[in-house]
């Protein structure tokens, strides 16, 4: 679906001239802010909160033009639809987690330095500089995107954004609940947990289409490709995506049932397809697939210890995450390891 030849030299200039627009207009911008309407940086948390906002901004959009690089060669109007999709939700996600991550550091920087003493034209060009040296990053990152960086940016995304819902909640009983629970009502809390679902999704979905690039690699080098179920691994990770996005659309306190629906379905389709692994992509190593097992065991466990009355759902719940999220990204490792390995061997060959 993507092009799979990208000049890194092409890519490297244009990283550094939108970086060095960034940085000409930033300056310029900051500098009537500061100099014709007054605009000040007296304490760390008003500069952090500009920096986060307008760096997040930044990112995004840099994220989008960067990532043209991997635009589909076909005129198929369904991948270009779903290439426009994956893009979009990316460039969100790449903002987000931007974003969350300024404030984070900029809280942890305002309790031992409060106020600003530098002059607020120096924090302006600080700000420039900032937000150029991301731009310049964010293009570079989006046009080599790859499979083992989108899951990176999935866990990081999913992570932050829930760490954001559950430090802005308003119910300070949501731990004894679950972790739905964070999406439930029209709060701050809410709005991001859903949004992170939501999104989070997306990213499943487009985390496939870089999966099943890297198993076609394989497939050019390896007669055991026969074997590989992709439709069957298409359908099953774009059911774990799309009831991501349905746990955000439908919270469960509205949508109790639908709700239910989908975060159990979602979870059972992890299983099976942790479980298939074998007859999915038998090319895997064994202690993966042991992994895999594992992984489903434990899990398996952890539920019965909830019909026991041990356990409540909320740490069901936060098992089954960092379970679903350590599979995925060994997931990726394993097949961007295959492919690695069938490469080289036709290079050796050759």
């Not at 932050?160 to 802005?168: F, H, N, P, R, V």
């Not at 098992?319 to 995925?328: E, K, Q």
């Amino acid at each position: 679906m993507f092009q799979q030849k990208v000049s890194k030299v092409s890519v490297e200039s244009k990283a550094i001239i939108y970086s060095m627009i960034i940085l000409i207009l930033s300056v310029i911008v900051l500098f009537v802010l500061v100099n014709l309407y007054g605009l000040r940086f007296t304490n760390t948390g008003n500069f952090g909160s500009i920096v986060a906002s307008s760096l997040a901004g930044v990112v995004a959009v840099s994220f989008a033009l960067g990532y043209r690089w991997q635009t589909p060669k076909t005129t198929n109007r369904l991948n270009r639809i779903k290439f426009f999709l994956n893009m979009t939700f990316l460039s969100i996600s790449y903002g987000a987690v931007v974003f969350l991550l300024a404030i984070a550091a900029t809280t942890v920087v305002s309790s031992y330095a409060p106020v600003i003493q530098a002059n607020s034209f120096f924090m302006a060009f600080i700000l420039a500089f900032i937000l150029s040296s991301g731009a310049y990053a964010t293009y570079s990152h989006a046009a080599f995107m790859t499979a083992s960086r989108l899951a990176g940016l999935f866990v990081i995304f999913i992570s932050a954004g829930a760490i954001a819902s559950m430090l802005t909640s308003q119910d300070d009983t949501w731990l004894q609940h679950h972790f739905s629970a964070l999406g439930a009502g029209n709060s701050l809390s809410s709005y991001a947990f859903n949004f992170t679902m939501i999104v989070g999704g997306f990213l499943i979905v487009a985390l496939l289409d870089y999966i099943l690039l890297d198993l076609e690699k394989a497939k050019r080098n390896t007669q055991t490709n026969k074997t590989v179920r992709m439709n069957f691994l298409r359908i099953v990770l774009v059911m774990v995506g799309v009831c991501s996005i349905g746990i955000g659309i439908f919270p469960y306190d509205r949508f109790l049932m639908i709700h239910n629906i989908f975060a159990n379905v979602m979870t059972i389709s992890f299983m099976v397809l942790a479980l298939s692994i074998p007859w999915t992509v038998p090319m895997f190593s064994k202690s993966f697939i042991v992994l895999s097992y594992v992984i489903v065991a434990i899990a398996l466990s952890v539920y019965l210890q909830f019909f026991f009355g041990d356990l409540n759902i909320f740490i069901i719940e936060l098992i089954d995450a960092v379970l679903l999220f350590l599979w995925m990204i060994i997931l990726v490792r394993q097949i961007a390891a295959i492919g690695l390995d069938q490469s080289e061997s036709v290079t050796n060959i050759n």
